[in-house]
Structure formats: C-alpha cells, structure tokens
C-alpha cells in the first residue's frame, strides 16, 4: 500500500495562497527535467530534501505560492502531498491546470532517469488519493499532451502511454511451516558439485547399487576428502535433488530409482526417502531414462547419500549422469 504523506512530514512551508478546483478530469504525469540524486533511490530522507528543494524553487524562482505539484511519488511507494486535493496545481501550464492535478514522478534527465515499479505503484497511490478526495477523473497523461514540453521524460511517458500498468507484484513468500526443522545455518554450504565424473555400466537386478564416484568439492570440511557421496563430518538434514540419466534399454523396461543411505564403507542402511519408497520409472522410446531425485532426510556423520539404481533390463545399461543439482545440508539440533 502507497503511504501518502502529509506536508508536515516534508517539512513544506506554507502556501502564500490556494485557490480551490472543485474537479479534474484525471491526472498529468512529471519529471523534474534537472537532475534527481541517486540517493532518492535508497534513502527517504534525500527524497524529502528533494521536494523541499522544488519547493524553494517554484516559491524563490518562479514566484509560484506553493510548490507546483498536487502529489509527488517516489522509489519508496510513497506519496508526498503538495498542494494536495481541490487545489489548483500549477504545474500543467497555461490554462491546462484545472484540466488534471499533477503528479510528479521523483525522476529527472540526469541520476535517476528511470520510473520504478515503486514509483508506478506510488503514481497509482497517489491518483486514487486524487480520486477519493479531490473529485480526480480517470485520465492518466503525461505533461507533454496537449503542451510544448519534454515533461515527463522518455521513461514515465512511456509508461504512461503504456496504459500505466501496475508492476507485478513478487511471489508472496510462504508462510513457514512448523514441521520444517530449523533454519539452515549461514556457514552451511551448499553443495555445487556432486556426481559421476564417468559414465559407469549398471549391471541387471543389481539392488540398492549406489554410483556417486565423484563427490561435492567443498573446500569447507564438510565431509572427508576423497569420499564418494554426500558425507558430512556432522548430523544434518540433507536437501539433494539430483538428475539421473541411463541409456542401453529396451523401451519399456523397468527401472528403481533411489536416494539411499550408507555405511561409510559402502553397506546399505536404507532408503532415504520418501519414506523409504524408490521411484519406480519405464525406459523411453529411445531406451533411455531421464529422472530427477528429490529427498529431504536426515544423514548422521557415520552415513554416506548416494543414488541408487536397479533396473530389470535383459543386459547392462549406462549410467551416464548422476548428479546433485541442488544440495543444501542444515544442521540439526
Ligand atoms: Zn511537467
Ligand atoms: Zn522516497
């Protein structure tokens, strides 16, 4: 939600005089046209001194009585009122001001030359405030319609032509689920490489065969050197998904595969997850087998992850990938 801010909060001084504007058919969009310091981007303050200044200037320079604007909006999805609802702007030009109040966009022709999706939705704050308090119609122009002016800038005028639409809001985050186990610790990396360094050949009704021959490179500890799967040096949650591909069926045949644990020197303990369960696939028209793994489990400093395969094929196959994409491990408590 746009926060519209008071005069007050600017600290603007008072307006010499008003004169009152019963409607407007919509709203104008601006720019400064001059330069609008970066800073307005991260820091509200700077944007407050900003609109101080323009105040100075419309007032000291142009002998104006307030400053020109209805509504200035920045990168902070705020909107600062100037001279506000059912007040005659006077930033629109001659004869043009009790047509639209006027909204400027805290962007110029130098620093900041680019509207915001914070701006956008701060423009859209402020022309529904303009709306509800101050009789606003629906139009949304730029200050060059209908007037000799660059104003407002290539950037907001092209999105004003563009029909203003509101940015894309973000995907919400989610809420956290209580069942989840804590928080992974910040010194905890993730794996980046984990995998076969070759293909290797898988015989047929081998079971629970594990094939990770090459291991996650981390120069942190977090596991032995020179192991041949996920073996971290404590107990964690292990968070794999991992991409398996085989090639050398017959189309059709039946193949298990599973995220499982070991003993250090290789000895089954189980089937990671789900709960035990292997995912059980067909080999494609092109007698090859494309599957992605993912488990969440957890894996105590004596237990080895690794990929399993087992597959009821006449003859060998090819192991071609076997590889942990993504690989996070949470300590636990
Ligand atoms: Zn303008
Ligand atoms: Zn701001």
New binding site residues.
């Given amino acids: 939600m746009t926060v519209i801010e008071s005069r007050a909060s600017w600290g603007a001084r008072r307006p010499r005089s008003t004169s009152y504007l019963a409607s407007a058919r919509g709203v104008?969009?601006?720019?400064t046209?001059g330069h609008v310091d970066p800073a307005t981007l991260t820091d509200h303050d700077a944007c407050r001194v900003a609109v101080r200044g323009i105040q100075r200037g419309h007032m000291n320079g142009n002998g104006w009585s307030d400053i020109g604007y209805s509504m200035v909006v920045c990168g902070h999805d705020r909107a600062m009122i100037g001279r506000g609802p059912h007040v005659l702007p006077a930033?629109?030009?001659a004869g043009l001001n009790s047509g639209h109040y006027?909204i400027?966009v805290l962007v110029g022709s130098s620093g900041v030359t680019q509207i915001t999706p914070a701006m956008k939705k701060a423009f859209h704050g402020a022309r529904d405030y303009l709306r509800e308090r101050g009789s606003a119609g629906p139009e949304v122009k730029?200050?060059?319609d209908g007037?000799a002016?660059d104003?407002?800038g290539p950037s907001v005028y092209a999105w004003v032509k563009a029909g203003a639409p509101l940015p894309a809001d973000p995907p919400k985050p989610q809420p956290p689920d209580p069942a989840a186990p804590p928080e992974e610790d910040e010194e905890m990396p993730e794996i980046v490489s984990l995998g076969l360094e070759d293909e290797v050949v898988v015989p047929p009704g081998v079971d629970y065969q594990p094939w990770w021959t090459a291991e996650w490179k981390d120069t942190a500890g977090w596991h032995p050197p020179g192991g041949q799967s996920i073996a971290p040096n404590t107990d964690v949650w292990a968070d794999v998904v991992a991409h398996v591909s085989l090639r050398g069926f017959t189309p059709g045949d039946l193949v298990r595969l599973g995220l499982t644990r070991h003993q250090a020197d290789g000895t089954l303990v189980d089937v990671a997850w789900p709960n035990g369960r292997l995912w059980t696939v067909r080999a494609d028209l092109d007698g090859r087998v494309e599957h992605d793994l993912a488990g969440h489990f957890k894996l105590s400093s004596a237990n080895r992850a690794r990929v399993s395969v087992r597959h009821a094929a006449a003859g060998e196959v090819v192991l071609e990938t076997a590889s942990a994409f993504k690989g996070i491990l949470h300590r636990y408590a």
Avoid: D, I, S
């Avoid at 104008?28 to 720019?31: F, P, Q």
């Fill in positions: 104008k969009a601006h720019y046209g930033a629109n030009g006027a400027l730029g200050h060059r007037y002016t104003c407002p």
